[in-house]
């Protein structure tokens, strides 16, 4: 961190300032110009609130030249962090993972036979939402409880590992016996609910809220890993612009940008950036051109008849034509 003093600081402020960063095991080096002093911070600055010291009356400028975020930082993990469950399924060993399953659990008929047919197409992980998050409070909620005992349900059937969506601190309990548990867009800063999954001992699916950058998303990746659970899967799924055409925008360049800042393997989530089935398809394969460690996908038995996001699900025929493509892409850019 490089901090830009105002012209007139005395010696003493700067040393009373200086302590500070000391207390925290930082190292101050001073560069004493004709008009400024500029300080620079040496050591892990990730402790230190840049706003604060903004705010300081003697500090002109501040300019950080470290990320904020630490565990979650490539620079001190090289390695891809793999995510495997006990059933040997992997995101981040080079694999492509698919992750399958309709917005929301309905009947037990429903996630069963979508489950089936997922597992059929060659999807590893059947996604499905027990607690929905709803713009409407009068549109569908999810099933709740029920919702993950049809999920679980559908697990015995398959084999297929479940994910699923966390909405409150609340339901922490609720969610012992899921195997990767997502942290939807809207609740990507819920920090009280991130600070708890860093306590699990699961693999967190965590999806970029609608407007934010990738150096929060980051920072809420590390607000789960400081907690102690490094088991973290980051989800592209589109951001708020100003188009219309589609839901949201996929932002395909925060693949490659977050495989380069970080360890942690990096997923895509084509139907909620699209909102639209046909769209799934182009924008997979621009995911896995981009370097996608995987996808997760809404597929419904009866899109027309779906309690929630019907109008962007494709049916487990589509799903199975669009699994096989995206299989052969990932094999074919892998030889090249
Ligand atoms: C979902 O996966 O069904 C969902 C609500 O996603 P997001 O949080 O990305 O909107
Ligand atoms: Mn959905």
């Not at 793999?82 to 492509?96: E, F, W």
């Not at 559908?154 to 479940?162: E, H, S, V």
Request: glycine residues 8%; hydrophobic residues 45%; contains cysteine.
């Amino acid at each position: 961190m490089i901090i830009v003093l105002k012209r007139g600081t005395t010696q003493e402020q700067i040393d009373a300032f200086s302590q500070q960063f000391i207390d925290h095991g930082l190292t101050v080096n001073a560069w004493h110009g004709t008009h400024e002093t500029v300080l620079g911070l040496l050591g892990d600055t990730s402790v230190i609130d840049i706003d604060y010291v903004q705010a300081q009356p003697i500090v002109y400028k501040v300019q950080r030249v470290q990320e904020p975020y630490k565990m979650a930082n490539r620079k001190f993990h090289p390695d891809n962090t793999v995510i495997t469950l006990p059933g040997g399924q992997a995101i981040g060993d080079g694999s492509l993972a698919l992750i399958a399953g309709p917005c929301s659990v309905e009947t037990e008929e429903q996630i069963c036979e979508v489950a089936s047919r997922v597992k059929a197409a060659g999807a590893q992980f059947l996604r499905g939402g027990a607690f929905k998050p709803r713009t409407s409070p009068y549109s569908f909620q999810g099933l709740g409880t029920a919702g993950l005992d049809l999920l679980k349900e559908a697990r015995a059937k398959t084999g297929l590992p479940i994910v699923t969506e966390i909405m409150s601190v609340a339901h922490l309990d609720l969610f012992q016996d899921v195997d990767i548990i997502q942290v939807g867009a809207r609740n990507m800063q819920n920090f009280e609910l991130l600070k708890q999954l860093g306590k699990m001992d699961k693999p967190i699916l965590l999806k970029r809220g609608l407007a934010n950058t990738l150096e929060e998303f980051l920072m809420s990746a590390e607000y789960i890993m400081s907690g102690g659970n490094e088991r973290v899967i980051l989800c592209e799924r589109g951001i708020r612009t100003f188009e219309t055409f589609t839901r949201n925008t996929l932002d395909i360049s925060a693949v490659p940008i977050l495989k380069k800042l970080s360890h942690l393997p990096v997923v895509v989530d084509p139907s909620h950036a699209a909102g639209i089935p046909w769209l799934v398809e182009p924008l997979s394969m621009a995911a896995i051109a981009a370097g996608a460690d995987g996808l997760i996908i809404e597929v419904h038995n009866n899109p027309a008849k779906a309690l929630s996001d019907g109008a962007q699900c494709l049916t487990p025929d589509e799903f199975d034509a669009l699994a096989q493509k995206l299989n052969a892409t990932h094999q074919a850019l892998k030889a090249l």
